[in-house]
């Protein structure tokens, strides 16, 4: 996690050398194995890996292989120590990334999630080996006019939690429940968000990875099939509503808003808003009368 | 932190509930919070577990106005309590009768005949889980009652709950269970009825770490005492901390959960730790189906597993222990808490141990119906009061463990070899067995034998020895094949039981002792089944955190499932046995823990040493 509190200004760090395929990489101390490939060039591929929130290396599709280790480690929350050995790229590692990319994609809808189609080319994983077998599809629950929530798309990567919980929001409306194949986001006893502990800060939909969680606009408009990418605009610009100075990013088609990110590099909020700034922008919008 | 509680009330019961574990009523409310609430709530956190296990005891479920209650008093996020009470099997989330029988459909027990019994019981009582009656029965994973299944729980909620376990069952032993509850049930089998060896002077003899087990009275500390208990302490103390990890460490004692880590290694990585305040958590939640030593341990010779772990925190300088022990265990439980209690009214727990200035006391921690929780990261999570998720490994426990701090986590069984390390010294300990593998060790015997239960062995004797030991395979039988190692272990051939029972001889035949079990199948053992219920086993089993081990473990299932009971072609199961190869190597290399990394061992060695699957 990086956020404004925790620019590094402290002493110098030192710099650890490493191995990554074959290629000496120096790195400072405390990165992790990811930090090091992204800043050697190196391609890993990660879904529930978040850059504003704490790793939890639930999805194991960014594991490596670090010599001397008996099974293979997340690269996204392992962090690098002198003289690691380490392949991105062997057999081993892409065995199990495609398993990954298989398992996943055999039990929850990816269509969603931007780099899947990608990889499965990629590691030529085929998600529709496994033939007839259980999956996570369920009804899309719509329960307020702000976000919807559509759990077949969901691949548990806690990050909604976390955003709402402890690292972020601090309204822990959510948590995952249940156990093995049936663990879920749930809120207290599956009540609707209106009875939960919810505030609609959105900020659990900014960093959904697979559109599990989604603006309602755009849900209703992928439902109406007008969802179209490829003609949005996107608009940084600040939030007009109080003295804090949220940068938002407005998604727009047709020249109207149909979505409100906000940038995770910004030192302000490192891409979290609240309710007004996420959701409150249809007075934009909302034409005069006569 | 602004929490908002469900609209649901609690029940007079409830409240009664809970505020028998967790004091009378004070809820913190407004400005109270906001004063010094982030920090009550990260100090009550940790009595969730035992509030959950409070509400459930009382009423049966965990009900939506019950758990806001606890929210209230603990200062709780709803939604986190509800996800922590969902992971664990033993609570309920939906009301359901307060009598429930939970019939062992788990590995031992089918060996013994699990499989018929619940075919009549379904036909005696009906449908499993019914609605709307006085008791409910269902079939339920290893209750740790392998040496004499099939074995069935009955638990009824109530003030006070009822808990009790008859095995082995038969299916009008569970119409009785239903009807009249565990109250009205027989005695249990004596704990020493699990100790063959036990029977005969020569036997008895050979016993180390469970020779008191049937000598003593486990609920008294003086015949504890009369039987060299507290000795070991008396001398520890006079050998000093350092003095009693060189022994630990001389002795080459390791870990008997089943890692085999070196025990003097780790005590001496917490010792050496700058942060001062350290504790001790004896992993006590034994779940591997056909383990059970552990709870022989517990209910015969509670006091030697408090004396070890106060030897254990002398050594290493901790001041609060844990035993978490697994929550299908009612005696062991009742022995446990009697022992502590007792401990510490006599001085032997408590501020000022044995009146020598060391503090030390434990804590016990009831399990909840989880095989995950036996990791030793996620036995930390679940003692804080969270989902009994493994942790991400760097940092270890020795590290960063229970609530961040230094943490020793070692076996009940690991903790008692310290008694006769401490009083006859390290190399004398070192000296038994092989050069490999030191000391006694308790292997858990079930399945097709004559006489199952634990049996001590100095390492070195072959499994051959062990099973004849146990009696052999009875009835005229034959021997089919040996599961060692429990469901996370593998098989071995009929064929192949000439090699010694050590680390060494496991590993220089591709298996693993794994926490002791042996399980032994005769050639009526419907192999299929038994590994179907592995798979559903690890199906069940699998916290869920990271995709290999929990979409895996389905897969893995659903692929089996296909290949024991369809009409296959050649090529069709071809294609099961790649996908079970290729899911089981993902599941190996990637999974976050030990769960996920040998959901696949038994099945592969079935496979590749049985020719299972052809």
Known sequence: MTSIYETPVGLPRRAVSIQIDGEEVKISEGATILDACKAHGTDVPTLCYGDTLDPVNACRVCVVEVEGNRVLVPSCS????????????????????????ELLGSSVDLSAAPMVAGWNDQYQADPMRFGESKTVRQPVKVDNDLYVRDYSRCILCYKCVDACGEQWQNSFAISVAGRGFNAHISTEFDVGLPDSACVYCGNCVEVCPTGALMFKTEHDMRVAETWNESVQQQTTTICPYCGVGCSLTLHTQDNTIVKVTSPHESAVGSGNLCIKGRFGFQHVQTLKHN | ???????????????????????????????????????????????????????????????????GELCRRLDVPPAEAYGVASFYAMFSMEERPSRVVHVCADLACQVLGAGALLDAVQAECGNPNQTGVPGAWQPSPCLGLCERGPAILVTEAGDPAHEAVIAPAIATDVAVA???GPKGLGAEAPVVAAVPQAATPQGAAELVLLKRVGVVDPTSLDDYRAHGGYEALRAAFAMGPTGVIREVTDSNLVGRGGAAFPAGRKWAAVAAQSVRTRYLVCNADESEPGTFKDRVIIEGDPFSLIEAMTICAFATGCEQGFVYLRGEYPRALEHLRHAIDTARDRGYLGTNVMGLGFAFDITIVRGAGAYICGEETAIFNSIEGYRGEPRSKPPFPVEVG?????????????????????LNGGPAYAAIGTAGSSGTKVFCVSGAVANAGVYELPFGATLRELIDLAGGVPNGRSLKAVLLGGAAGSFVRADEIDFPLTLEGARAHNTTLGSGVVMVL????????????????????????????????????EALIRITLGPRSAAQNEADLTILRDVGRAMRDASICGLGQTAWSAIESAIDRLGALQ
């Open chain 1, 78 to 101: 392992r962090k690098v120590e002198p003289g690691m050995v380490i392949n991105t790229d062997n057999e081993r590692t892409r065995h199990s990334r495609k398993l990954v990319l």
């Open chain 2, 1 to 67: 932190m602004d929490l908002r509680f469900p609209k649901e009330e609690p029940t007079l019961a409830e409240v009664q509930a809970l505020d028998a574990v967790l004091g009378e009523s004070h809820v913190v409310e407004g400005w109270q919070r906001e004063r010094g609430g982030a920090h009550l709530a990260a100090e009550q956190r940790p009595q969730l577990l035992a509030a959950l296990h409070a509400l459930q005891d009382r009423v049966g479920w965990v009900s939506p106005g019950g758990l």
């Open chain 2, 178 to 180: 239903l009807r009249i």
């Open chain 2, 402 to 422: 229970l609530f961040g701090k230094p943490t020793v986590v070692n076996n009940v069984e690991t903790l008692v070899n310290v008694l006769p390390i401490v």
């Open chain 2, 522 to 557: 005769d050639d009526t053992v419907d192999l299929p089944t038994f590994l179907r219920r592995i798979a559903a086993f690890f199906r069940d089993e699998s916290c869920g955190q990271c995709v290999p081990c929990r979409v895996g473990t389905v897969r893995q299932e």
